[in-house]
């Protein structure tokens, strides 16, 4: 499923076709990073109206500059345990595949860190914990970068498509 | 004899089809042409032809040699041919045959005849285009071109069009010269100007417009550059056709006398020198720049071939020039719906000769464009139902059911055919379809050799295009004609409203004198712009209230800065209004096509049924154009198949044996109304109360108003066909109809009356991008509730307050019991209000349900914009989608059928804790206060 998941957000697969520029952030201790080109803008927190009937980690809806697009917490996708909004808490906007063309998304993280520019050396293939876990098949790659080590997510299936065909069960 | 004759110009029409669909390189194509032409040698008329004879033979040459590879197999060259075969037709019509141009025509193929063979004085075949024009008296006004006002005035509008940028192109190719696409550019309207000035029978432009083209062919092909004189010339020739331009248009405007001749000939010269000068290598297919010497000199050139040679030269593929088809798949649509309105009419009028001209026109212009852009099966379909036309015209033929069935249904195919050409342009030739044209060209031909049709010609209803095509569902055209641009102010032609066809004088004075159309008073935009600029305006007014209610400002007590804001706000609604206006459409177009569904179906149940129509020019969003037709279609089958009665039934109850029914459209509150009334036998409301008894919805001791019983009609499931339709009617795709006006955010209504008949309301908002909402609040939510759903609001009381077996909750709002949707439950909401008494609840209706929401407060009534929620969350049951409220924020707006569905599917799990609302917030107690 993973490796499906890499050859088709990076048409070829292999961890060499991985290597170029991710933007880094954070979530809790963990750091990953996401493929610049997906990004659209890193925006501040603002007011989220959050809409019924959808997953918890749906946070809501916010108005960018006159779009409404729906912003997604990190954090309880991954299931990781929530904290208080900082100042440093951000929404990446990033643009994804819909079943129709694409669609902008907010992701929210705790802080965005860097750009990063990620060589294939640095890159290894996503562990297998051999668990269940889908949200797995959200990672594209490990880079280890300064001894550091970065998540690399692939933005299709953490909050596109991916997604789309889980919501489509609820 | 004649049989022979008759064989001879069969041939020559095969001959004629084969060579238009021949592409270069397709050898087995070239096999059967050639086959073709050898029947014709063989046959004994043509051997008595001496001069046919030799056409056929240098044709059949010039076949052999092509598919040697001695000469060139260029798009070209067969169109040379094709013009070859027109001669040919006109030589086995009588005609003497003009051995000049055919040498002429042959030579510049690559294939050498003798002048002397065909007995004619030869002087000057290889001279260029002069010769022409000298057989033409120069002096002799060609009043053609003033056939069709409608294809001149768009001619008119185009070529000024063009040749300004022409001019403008020039000048920038001075600046920079070698710019592939300012040449392109100029090439293109070149090209556009002559294949329009030929449509319209103005061959002096064409001519001229066409040399042109071909030394522009060259520079764009690199064979020659752009030098100062060929940019002279090219500007010289582009003020004579403005000029000339300008004559037709005054010729037009003020008749014959501004007449001015025009000759081209010296331009026509001068370009071809310019490019003799200067094309180094001319490659041996390349054709000598004599612009459409045959066509000219031709006395009666076969209307079919002259056309379709005109301009395809060079279109070997039709889809090359996307802009030119994407005009006429556009246009050709608006023609076929015009000649649909129009042979209606003539049902009524069959001797009216203005209606036939109206039919006449939009058929030449068809045919006309569609030979321009090679588009052959589409042109001689077209072509052939003009002849038949022509020959009513002409008082050769009687205008008879037949025809008008023909006629009608050949609209249908054309109209297939341009649907399938849309969607090849959108989809990509993959989307070609194989159209079979014989069997209407034959039905046509058969009527116009006087004969009548054998068996009863189909009729096809709306939805059903005869399928001709085997194997293949052709294109239904309920796919409504979605044109890739609108036209926002142009109105079709004025066109007498059908309404009043049933009036015994149709006003044939109003249709002599069709108003003339004023020239460039229309543009016409992308509708994405369009969209984008409505948008746009939406976000400004949005921003504008945020402004204004910024804290800051509302602090303020400038009289100035209230003023100023004063006005900014009308300009704003200004803004927003024309921008929405432009949006607009009348709803005429959809009205049309009711009036040939009306037909179709009256003639199918043998009633007789009049159609009203009133109002056609109410204008709605043209965004529901689309969507209001399947319900209307609906409902004008429903109130013909089932409200009308059958003449003799009518007669008994003292009705006239001709029943009507009335199309209506008005504006009525901010709401544009779609009223279908007809005075058939109305609904059976018992039976409808029976049926509903049986299926639960109520009992027999309820006290529901007819009314509101027929109204159930529209209930999901409710009414199917073999439930009621039997007895009273009614039944079939009301469920259709409800979803369709729902999606559209609108109301259906039925007023009938046993006997008398039945009246249908559509309530529609004037458009779909907005929606009047009265926003409330529920915790820290707000929502958007539709004010069209809701029916009161209201502080409940204590006492009005009632649960079912613990399981729901009602509150009695006048008598009736209305289930409590508690929207803080249902969208798991925090913190809000949950004491039924110190909420507000608003009543809401929804398909026919009623529902209490309980919200916590109502904070006003404002016009929002819709937005999508976007990607995933769109679907969302219970929200239409959201807005941005005047803070910034996103409110949600409600859906209220899904929110119904959803509060249905949760049921009432926290009932116990919620309810304890009656008496302040008790909890678990509540339950057992209530229910004691």
């Known amino acids: 499923m993973s490796s499906e998941t890499v050859a088709r957000d990076e048409a070829g697969g292999g961890v060499k076709e991985l290597a170029g520029k991710y933007l880094t952030f954070a979530l809790a201790d963990e750091e990953y990073g996401i493929g610049i080109l997906k990004v659209r803008e890193i925006i501040g927190l603002m007011e989220i109206t959050a809409v019924p009937q959808t997953p918890t980690y749906v946070k809501g809806v916010i ?32 643009e994804v595949d819909s079943g129709e063309g694409t669609i902008q998304v907010g992701m929210l993280v705790d802080s965005v860190s860097e750009v990063l520019n990620i060589t294939a050396e640095e890159i290894e293939p996503p562990p297998s914990f051999g668990t269940a876990n889908t949200e797995m098949s959200a990672i594209l790659g490990m880079a280890k970068v300064k001894g550091d080590v970065k998540i690399l997510l692939d933005a299709n299936s953490v909050v596109g498509e991916g997604l789309l065909e889980k919501l489509s069960d609820i | ?82 013009q070859s075969v027109s001669m040919m037709q006109e030589v086995s019509r009588g005609a003497a ?55 001149l005035t768009a001619f008119i509008e185009e070529a000024v069009e063009h040749l300004d940028s022409v001019e403008s192109s020039i000048l ?58 060929a940019t002279d010339v090219v500007l010289a020739v582009c003020d004579r056709l403005e000029r000339m331009v300008e004559n037709v248009q005054e010729v037009f405007e003020k008749g014959l006398d501004c007449y001015k001749s025009y000759q081209v000939d010296d331009l026509v010269a001068r370009v071809e020198t310019v490019m003799a000068g200067q094309v180094t290598a001319p490659p041996t297919d390349e054709p000598p720049p004599v612009p459409e010497v045959a066509q000219a000199e031709a006395p009666a050139p076969a209307p079919v071939q002259a056309k379709v040679d005109l301009g395809s030269g060079d279109l070997p593929d ?87 069935d023909v006629v009608l249904g050949v609209g249908d195919y054309l109209r297939s055919m341009v649907q399938n050409l849309s969607d090849m342009l959108e989809h990509g030739p993959g989307a070609h379809k194989e159209f079979d044209i014989s069997d209407w060209v034959r ?109 800051l400002i509302t602090a303020m007590s400038d009289p100035k800065l209230n003023k100023d804001f004063g006005q900014l706000s009308r300009i704003t609604t200004e803004l927003q209004k024309t921008a929405m206006s432009m949006r607009m459409v009348p709803i005429r177009q959809t009205f049309q096509k009711m009036t040939r569904l009306v037909r179709d179906l009256s003639k199918k149940s043998g009633k007789l049924v009049d159609l009203v129509m009133e109002g056609e020019e109410t204008e709605i969003d043209r965004n529901m154009v689309d969507s209001i037709y399947d319900p209307l279609v609906h409902m004008m089958r429903n109130s013909v198949d089932h409200g009308v009665q059958k003449a ?117 908002p004037l458009t779909l991008a907005i929606i009047d909402g009265i926003i409330v609040r529920v915790g820290q939510e707000r929502y958007i509730i539709p004010t069209i759903a809701i029916q009161e609001s209201m502080r409940p009381r204590a006492e009005h307050y009632n649960t079912v077996q613990g399981q729901g909750e009602t509150l009695m709002v006048r008598d009736s019991l209305i289930p409590i949707i508690r929207l803080y439950h249902v969208f798991d909401v925090e913190n809000s209000c949950t004491d039924i008494t110190s909420g507000i609840v608003v009543v809401i209706e929804n398909e026919g349900r009623h529902r209490a929401l309980l919200v916590d407060e109502l904070l006003g009534k404002q016009e929002v914009v819709i937005k999508s929620l976007g990607g995933y969350l769109k679907d969302i049951k219970g929200l239409a989608g959201g807005t941005i409220l005047g803070d910034g924020r ?20 926290q009932l116990g804790h919620a309810r304890g609302g009656v008496a302040g917030d008790a909890g678990m107690e509540g339950k057992e206060e209530v229910e004691a």
């Open chain 1, 63 to 94: 108005n960018l500059r006159g779009r409404v697009i729906p912003v997604l917490e990190l954090r309880i996708k991954f299931d990781m345990a929530t904290q208080e909004y900082t100042d440093r808490t951000c929404i990446i906007v990033v």
């Open chain 2, 1 to 82: 004899m004649a049989g022979e004759q008759m064989s001879v110009s069969q041939l020559l029409d095969d001959l004629a089809i084969k060579i238009l669909v021949v592409e270069p390189g397709d050898l087995s194509a070239v096999g059967d042409l050639l086959e073709v032409a050898e029947q014709l040698l063989d046959n004994a008329d043509v051997k008595g032809t001496a001069v046919l004879e030799k056409i056929v033979t240098a044709f059949k040459k010039v076949l052999e040699a092509s598919i040697m590879g001695e000469l060139s197999d260029s798009p070209e060259n067969y169109d040379r041919l094709g």
């Open chain 2, 97 to 151: 045959g003009d051995g000049q141009a055919v040498c002429k025509l042959f030579k510049e193929i690559g294939y050498e005849i003798d002048p002397a063979e065909f007995g004619l004085e030869v002087s000057d075949a290889q001279d260029g285009g002069d010769g022409s024009w000298d057989d033409v008296d120069p002096d002799e006004i060609d009043t053609r071109f003033l056939a069709d006002p409608e294809l």
């Open chain 2, 172 to 229: 920038e190719l001075e600046k920079s010269p070698g710019d592939s696409e300012v040449i392109n550019s100029i090439f293109r309207s070149f090209h556009t100007v002559k294949g329009i000035a030929s449509c319209t029978d103005l061959d002096r432009i064409s001519n001229l417009a066409h040399a042109t083209e071909n030394l522009l062919e060259e520079v764009r092909n690199n064979r020659m550059v752009m030098d100062q004189a």
């Open chain 2, 318 to 404: 039709f889809m090359q020039d996307a802009d030119l088809v994407a005009g006429f798949i556009a246009e050709a649509f608006e023609h076929l719906e015009a000649i649909e309105v129009n042979v209606l009419d003539l049902e009524q009028a069959p001797d009216d000769m203005e209606i036939i001209n109206n039919i006449f026109r939009p058929f030449h212009t068809v045919k006309g464009v569609s030979g321009f852009l090679n588009l052959t099966t589409i042109n001689k379909l077209a072509h052939s139902t003009e002849n038949l036309l022509d020959d009513v015209r002409n008082n050769k033929l009687t205008m008879s059911a037949d025809i008008i």
């Open chain 2, 443 to 551: 039905k046509v031909e058969l009527l116009q050799a006087g004969g009548s049709l054998d068996g009863d010609a189909p009729s096809p209803s709306p939805e059903e295009p005869p399928p001709l095509a085997p194997a293949e569902s052709p294109p239904v055209t309920e796919a409504v004609p979605v044109a890739p641009v609108v036209e926002p102010s142009v109105d079709p032609p004025p066109q007498p409203a059908p309404a009043k066809a049933a009036v015994p004088s149709p006003p044939t004075a109003k249709r002599a004198a069709p108003p003339k159309q004023k020239i460039g008073a229309s543009i016409k935009v992308d509708v994405e712009k369009l969209d984008g600029l409505v948008n746009a305006v939406g976000e400004l007014v949005i921003m504008q209230a945020m402004v204004q209610q910024n804290p």
């Open chain 2, 648 to 764: 003799a039934e009518r007669e008994a109850v003292g009705k006239p044996g001709k029943g009507t029914v009335k199309l209506a459209a008005y504006h009525k509150g901010g709401n544009i109304i779609i009223e279908i009334h007809d005075d058939g036998q109305g609904l059976n409301t018992e039976k409808i109360r029976s049926k509903a008894i049986e299926r639960g919805l109520m009992t027999a001791t309820d006290n529901i108003s007819d009314h509101e019983v027929n109204n159930l009609i529209f209930l999901p499931g409710f009414s199917t066909a073999d439930q009621i339709t039997d007895v009273s009617g009614r039944g079939v795709g009301m469920d259709v109809v409800k979803k369709g006006v729902d999606k559209l955010r609108g109301k259906c209504e039925l007023i009938s009356t046993p006997g008398e008949g039945t009246q249908f309301l559509m309530r529609l």
């Open chain 2, 890 to 909: 996103v409110g949600l707006i409600l859906d209220l059928a899904g929110l119904i569905g959803a509060s249905e599917a949760m049921g009432h799990p």
